[in-house]
């Protein structure tokens, strides 16, 4: 089973090296690693150090570079889509590729995510290695349990359904995204399963360079469910339930917020994207001139 990994990335080159360093330990050997970049200064020194890595350009988004990937992965039977910084177990591939083999109808494996700096100030590379050393995976590598969507830190696809239904990631979802993993994994959902592997395990650094200003941001986290419920990939029951829970969240926050959060600018952009919904003007890529 040929086994890929892409990674799009964008102002984070110290960063991406660390995560290709660790991949070097997989113990079993990605058949291909590609690399989606924006700007030369994106990877610099890179292409030195990792000889074995192809580097691929696209214009900025997630969805836009996750979509070059997808066309220049050729032959291979899946694709490891991680984030460019998402510290891998050295089981990650090992354990996937026995999923695979084992339950021919899954069609998306999601990892275990042991600990997320996406969820608070953020986690060094130090500490997530830290983190791996102590951790103490299952006993059974290939346990697993359904989930409802991909998480993008850490998602792989099986190849055969995306090509056979011509699916790629949603570009009209700009820059960061914002769901772009729930769009794409719930639309693969109806030609199989999608399970959460207990054995492919990682840190997620949650690193704040590069990401999405908190206005942008808060606009996708209303806008974005709703404009996926109407499109069809996200249920009603759980796009309104999002929207209104970022919502309460950023305002709440807002008036003591964390010191690396723009919860402020977060709900500002909560308030412009129920404006545009009411109005009939919502629309994800108004975050572009936001």
Same mark, same amino acid.
């Given at each position: 089973?040929?086994?890929?990994?892409?990674?799009?990335?964008?102002?984070?080159?110290?960063?991406?090296?660390?995560?290709?360093?660790?991949?070097?330990?997989?113990?079993?050997?990605?058949?291909?690693?590609?690399?989606?970049?924006?700007?030369?200064?994106?990877?610099?020194?890179?292409?030195?150090?990792?000889?074995?890595?192809?580097?691929?350009?696209?214009?900025?988004?997630?969805?836009?570079?996750?979509?070059?990937?997808?066309?220049?992965?050729?032959?291979?039977?899946?694709?490891?889509?991680?984030?460019?910084?998402?510290?891998?177990?050295?089981?990650?591939?090992?354990?996937?590729?026995?999923?695979?083999?084992?339950? @021919?109808?899954?069609?998306?494996?999601?990892?275990?995510?042991?600990?997320?700096?996406?969820?608070?100030?953020?986690?060094? @590379?130090?500490?997530?290695?830290?983190?791996?050393?102590?951790?103490?995976?299952?006993?059974?590598?290939?346990?697993?349990?359904?989930?409802?969507?991909?998480?993008?830190?850490?998602?792989?696809?099986?190849?055969?359904?995306?090509?056979?239904?011509?699916?790629?990631?949603?570009?009209?979802?700009?820059?960061?995204?914002?769901?772009?993993?729930?769009?794409?994994?719930?639309?693969?959902?109806?030609?199989?399963?999608?399970?959460?592997?207990?054995?492919?395990?990682?840190?997620?650094?949650?690193?704040?360079?590069?990401?999405?200003?908190?206005?942008?941001?808060?606009?996708?986290?209303?806008?974005?469910?709703?404009?996926?419920?109407?499109?069809?990939?996200? @249920?009603?029951?759980?796009?309104?339930?999002?929207?209104?829970?970022?919502?309460?969240?950023?305002?709440?926050?807002?008036?003591?917020?964390?010191?690396?959060?723009?919860?402020?600018?977060?709900?500002?952009?909560?308030?412009?994207?129920?404006?545009?919904?009411?109005?009939?003007?919502?629309? @994800?890529?108004?975050?572009?001139?936001?």
């Amino acid at each position: 089973m040929r086994i890929a990994i892409g990674i799009a990335t964008r102002s984070r080159p110290n960063i991406l090296a660390e995560v290709l360093q660790e991949l070097d330990l997989q113990t079993h050997v990605p058949d291909r690693i590609l690399v989606c970049h924006v700007t030369e200064s994106d990877v610099t020194g890179l292409p030195l150090r990792f000889p074995g890595v192809e580097f691929l350009t696209a214009q900025a988004g997630l969805p836009r570079q996750r979509n070059r990937i997808l066309d220049a992965i050729g032959d291979c039977d899946a694709v490891l889509f991680l984030d460019d910084d998402f510290i891998a177990a050295p089981r990650w591939l090992e354990a996937l590729e026995g999923v695979l083999r084992a339950q @021919p109808d899954c069609v998306v494996a999601t990892g275990t995510v042991i600990a997320d700096g996406a969820k608070g100030p953020g986690i060094t @590379p130090e500490e997530a290695r830290e983190i791996l050393a102590t951790d103490v995976p299952p006993q059974d590598l290939l346990a697993t349990v359904p989930h409802f969507n991909g998480y993008g830190c850490n998602m792989a696809l099986r190849l055969a359904p995306v090509r056979e239904h011509a699916l790629r990631f949603d570009e009209k979802l700009p820059l960061y995204g914002w769901y772009e993993d729930i769009d794409l994994t719930r639309r693969l959902l109806p030609y199989g399963t999608i399970l959460r592997l207990a054995g492919a395990r990682g840190v997620h650094l949650g690193v704040k360079q590069g990401r999405v200003p908190g206005l942008r941001l808060g606009y996708s986290q209303v806008v974005n469910p709703i404009y996926l419920a109407r499109k069809g990939s996200f @249920p009603w029951s759980h796009a309104i339930p999002s929207a209104a829970r970022h919502c309460l969240i950023n305002l709440l926050r807002s008036l003591k917020p964390e010191p690396d959060v723009d919860r402020w600018g977060r709900f500002r952009g909560n308030l412009r994207g129920l404006l545009d919904l009411a109005t009939g003007r919502a629309d @994800p890529e108004r975050i572009l001139t936001l």
